[in-house]
């Protein structure tokens, strides 16, 4: 059972979220644990420090480029942002610590929303109503799955397949 899902919210209220996901994370130790034996495919963002994170992630589809954004990630947790066989070799990553601001970015520019968002296309972030800032680049080999580990430290990140 995944405790961590994807929310409507403003990159701006991520603060006032961050006791609500407390409880959630609380309530989840009491949560009944399904195993399985076979292999799992998905893209996976990890949280390793003690507050709550919001991400996003990017991509290229059929219809183009793709930013996605926000999933709430509390302390110690893991949320799934890609379900099933990674399709393209290269994920971006962009994240925010909602209670002391810092960020994980890259140098990659991208779109992104201030509420839960789907954007197609990288250009013109401004003239459309977004704001551009920086992915950071990760090349899975295509693998079928990955992971990404935050850490304590805004901007220090690991990953896994």
């Known amino acids: 059972m995944e405790t961590v899902s994807r929310y409507?919210?403003?990159?701006?209220?991520?603060?006032?979220?961050?006791l609500g996901a407390a409880v959630i994370t609380g309530l989840a130790v009491f949560s009944p644990v399904l195993v399985t034996s076979e292999a799992h495919a998905e893209f996976r963002v990890c949280n390793g420090t003690q507050?709550?994170?919001?991400?996003?992630?990017?991509?290229?589809?059929?219809?183009?480029?793709?930013?996605e954004g926000w999933w709430q990630v509390p302390a110690t947790t893991c949320a799934t942002l890609i379900e099933g066989e990674l399709q393209s070799r290269y994920y971006y990553l962009y994240a925010e610590d909602a209670a002391r601001g810092g960020r994980w970015t890259g140098e990659v520019n991208?779109?992104?929303?201030?509420?839960?968002?789907?954007?197609?296309g990288v250009q013109d972030c401004f003239a459309r109503g977004f704001q551009r800032v920086g992915f950071k680049e990760y090349d899975t080999g295509r693998q079928g799955s990955w992971m990404v580990q935050l850490s304590d430290t805004p901007g220090t990140q690991e990953s896994h397949n």
Do not use: H, P
């Not at 996003?56 to 183009?64: C, D, Q, S, T």
């Open 8 to 18: 409507a919210f403003s990159r701006l209220n991520m603060r006032n979220l961050a």
């Open 51 to 67: 507050n709550l994170v919001g991400v996003a992630i990017g991509y290229r589809a059929k219809e183009g480029w793709i930013t």
């Open 110 to 120: 991208m779109c992104l929303a201030e509420n839960e968002f789907k954007i197609t």
